[in-house]
């Protein structure tokens, strides 16, 4: 090789570092130092790609275009140029122009591995900004093969994670993810602007799922490591999905980031994508509640521009929020002749989709028809609904539900106006069940899966970065469980048949714009009952729960009867509000109750009025009659598991173990992970005593402590086979976070995974009194009596207060 050729090579590894003047300093030097056409064309086109990076996009144009002009170029030099300056148009926004360019390098580059993978990588990114994610996958898996056949295993690594950025797009987050996981190692080996490439896309597949706050955190490094290494357009890539990730959170810092990405991009001569951005900042200000006309024109200029460009699902967004606009702003005639104007269709992105029923739904209400409010609501939650049947994952599920809650509650808000029993009952379902509406099926085997999990119990408590790693890592294997079903939300009469079996009731407590409101169903009525307002009931609620930890660790003392005395009339005011107005109705039945997601933690079984009541508490009462129709299994096999450094653990689950034949007791150095595993497969009752831990921000890495460390959420998910009633006799595995209208913890977890039943505690519970009220319970469920009824029976027999709930089906 003459000294030309690796100087241009050398610029090439500067190129593809990132560093752009040293290539283009490089290409200098070789220039002087050949007169060969070929390698002189070629150097044109490696200073093309530095001069377009450094923001000089006409003298890029040019260059390519003067190797095109030329007489004689090779085949090779020919079909770089068009590569390259198909590139260029399409970061200018000249789409078709960038089409035909791109045309022309896969014709003339066939034969050329190397070569031809770059270019079917490139023209995969045009389609994806063309909204054709079929075509973009399509090219990314060709571009996989040229690189396979270049033994070029990095490049192979970017077509493989762009083709799960192209899953993305089609709204399928599990492949998405599988694609990206499958070579985040290769490439989180090289440079630190691909890795923050990597963290770039991923965190929009974050954002999609609904985890806007951990896509925030990636995004802020990505951009950070962009503007460390002078990439100001890749900067303002990252900056541009930033401010769309904040627009629901924080839409003041979405038009901040929004408006900076757009200078930006204007600095670097993108006016296509400076239109992007200033879009998404036109949005931030809708959301932030501007009704300027002056930004209805704004958004009309911008949309032109954008379709003009090439970018028709930004344009339909912007248009679908320019409509939202005109509705609030009561031009509700132009609203509708601007909604008729943008057609989504099913190729159309599921986001883009329940946008614009929403808006339809918007309209509706505002045109005061709640009838085609509450269709247009019922429409997209079905649409969503059958996206998130595509992945199994809890985690994934719950996540996504953010994507419907504005939905569920124009539903919700419609029904509450009409006031029929069977309507707020039929929205009250489909507002809580955003998430548990979909039905797992179980999960394959995952061997990873469970490696990561038994790392993450060993790890060092101190070495975070290890286990941040490590519980990503377990995050998206999960996402990876079997798809799931959808199921239809039950009708009242199907309720009321259902209750006539059990001569029970159902409470469905609403709470709507910090209203609260009752629905009281027997088998032969149903009564809307107001309550007032909600916010003071929260208030007592959280003192409650401070007052049941504290009473849980001061059993004896004055402060200890004072702290109970004070709990005791607290209960008394939470029920004035939530069970007093409602007796009338259900009388003494048995309860099945779902309250709003604002109530959880509310220890319903010790409010007065339901104490020594069975009360049961299901994920929503169409899946609490899915699990009614089938009789409680018999108990044959009890599994009974004691977690370390809990004083009457052992105790606990040896007095229960008193009460069956055929019992399996763990404890000590016996009750470790795997042995729970093997014993929650088998038991047909399973009851854990140790010390629980909640965590909020993902409830499935709540855990109970057992001899080699945390038993998680996502372990349950592993099981083969779940018991039909689980017991969790371990601080805070009852607490729950919330989830649209739904609460998410550790009990939600294991009626997920299957369990019918799941008895725990809301708060903290004293070692005796726990061991004192188990073994009563289960000397009555081993008679037959059903866990709801032995549980209330129990707790009319104390003076205690007994924060224990049935969650599930309870009879």
């Known amino acids: 090789m003459n000294q030309a ?13 990132n560093n752009y003047a040293a290539a283009l300093e490089l290409i200098d030097r070789a220039r002087t130092l050949t007169t060969d056409p070929d390698l002189i064309d070629r150097l044109d086109v490696t200073a093309a790609y530095g001069s377009a990076e450094v923001g000089r996009h006409a003298a890029a144009v040019a260059l390519c275009e003067r190797v095109l002009g030329r007489d004689g170029v090779s085949p090779l030099a020919a079909g770089l140029a068009s590569s390259q300056l198909a590139l260029l148009h399409m970061r200018n926004g000249e789409m078709d122009r960038a089409s035909e360019q791109f045309a022309e390098a896969v014709q003339r580059l066939r034969g050329m591995p190397e070569h031809l993978g770059i270019t079917y990588l490139n023209r995969g990114n045009l389609f994806l900004h063309q909204g054709d994610p079929l075509a973009a996958a399509a090219d990314f898996i060709a571009a996989a093969q040229e690189f396979e056949s270049a033994a070029d295993g990095i490049q192979r690594a970017k077509a493989i994670h762009n083709l799960g950025y192209a899953h993305l797009l089609r709204g399928d987050l599990v492949a998405a993810m599988r694609h990206m996981q499958e070579v985040s190692e290769t490439l989180g080996q090289q440079s630190t602007v691909t890795r923050a490439a990597i963290e770039q896309d991923r965190a929009e597949v974050l954002l999609a799922a609904g985890r806007s706050s951990e896509s925030v955190v990636a995004l802020e490094n990505a951009a950070e490591a962009y503007g460390h290494e002078g990439l100001r357009r890749f900067q303002a890539e990252c900056e541009f999905v930033l401010a769309k990730t904040l627009l629901i959170e924080d839409p003041g810092r979405a038009r901040t980031y929004a408006n900076t990405a757009a200078r930006r991009f204007r600095d670097h001569g993108s006016q296509a994508w400076a239109s992007r951005a200033s879009a998404v900042g036109a949005t931030a200000e809708i959301q932030a509640g501007s009704l300027s006309r002056a930004l209805l024109r704004k958004c009309d200029e911008l949309v032109a521009h954008l379709r003009a460009s090439g970018y028709k699902a930004d344009a339909d967004r912007l248009g679908l929020h320019a409509c939202r606009l005109c509705v609030r702003r009561g031009d509700l005639a132009e609203a509708a002749v601007r909604l008729a104007k943008i057609r989504s269709t099913q190729d159309s992105p599921v986001t883009t989709r329940l946008l614009a029923r ?14 085609r409010t509450r269709m247009y609501a019922s429409r997209g939650l079905a649409e969503l609904h059958g996206w998130q049947s595509t992945f199994g994952s809890l985690d994934l599920q719950t996540s996504a539900v953010g994507h419907g809650e504005h939905l569920a509650r124009l539903g919700l808000r419609a029904a509450m106006a009409d006031g029929s029993p069977a309507v707020v009952f039929e929205w009250s379902e489909r507002a809580r069940a955003l998430a548990s509406r979909v039905t797992a099926l179980r999960p394959p085997p995952d061997p990873a899966l469970a490696a990561d999990l038994t790392a993450l119990r060993v790890a060092d408590p101190a070495d975070l970065a290890t286990r941040r790693v490590l519980r990503e890592r377990i995050r998206s294997h999960s996402w990876f469980a079997a798809q799931g079903t959808v199921g239809e939300p039950a009708d009242l009469k199907t309720l009321h048949r259902r209750l006539a ?66 709990l005791r009339a607290d209960l008394a005011r939470v029920a004035d509000v939530l069970v007093r107005p409602v007796l009338a109705t259900v009388g003494y039945r048995r309860l099945v109750l779902t309250p709003s997601a604002l109530l959880s933690g509310t220890p319903w079984t010790e409010l007065p009025g339901l104490i020594g009541r069975a009360v049961t508490v299901p994920t929503s009462a169409s899946q609490w009659l899915n699990q009614a129709e089938r009789p409680i299994a018999a108990v044959r096999e009890v599994g009974l598991l004691a977690g370390p450094r809990l004083t009457r653990a052992t105790e606990e689950i040896q007095r229960a173990g008193e009460s069956w034949p055929r019992a399996h007791v763990l404890s000590g150095r016996d009750a470790d992970s795997a042995r729970a595993g093997w014993l929650a497969a088998r038991a047909d009752l399973l009851h854990i005593a140790g010390h629980g831990s909640h965590v909020g921000d993902n409830p499935l890495f709540s855990a109970v402590e057992l001899a080699d460390g945390p038993w998680f959420g996502h372990d349950i998910d592993l099981l083969p086979r779940t018991p039909e009633v689980v017991v969790l006799s371990a601080c805070e595995l009852g607490r729950s976070s919330t989830s649209g209208e739904e609460a998410v913890g550790m009990s939600a977890v294991w009626l997920h995974a299957g369990a019918r039943t799941v008895v725990s505690s809301l708060a903290l519970i004293a070692d005796d009194l726990a061991c004192e009220v188990f073994a009563s319970w289960h000397r009555l469920v081993s008679t037959g009596v059903a866990p709801a009824d032995a549980l209330a029976q129990v707790s009319a027999a104390t003076d205690d207060v007994v924060p224990l709930l049935c969650f599930g089906a309870g009879w």
Do not use: W, Y
């Not at 050729?5 to 570092?17: S, T």
């Open 501 to 566: 079996v059990d001569d029970s009731a159902l409470v469905a407590h609403i709470v709507l714009d910090d209203t609260l409101t009752a629905l009281a169903v027997t088998a032969t009525e149903a009564v809307v009952i107001p309550l007032g307002a909600a916010a003071p009931i929260r208030a007592i609620i959280d003192r409650v729960a401070a007052d049941l930890d504290f009473a849980a660790q001061n059993r004896d003392g004055a402060m200890a009867s004072a702290i109970r005395t004070s």
């Open 358 to 371: 929403e808006i339809r739904a918007e309209l509706a209400a505002a045109q005061g028809h709640p009838g």
């Open 5 to 17: 050729e690796e100087l241009h090579r050398q610029a090439v590894e500067a190129g593809n570092a």
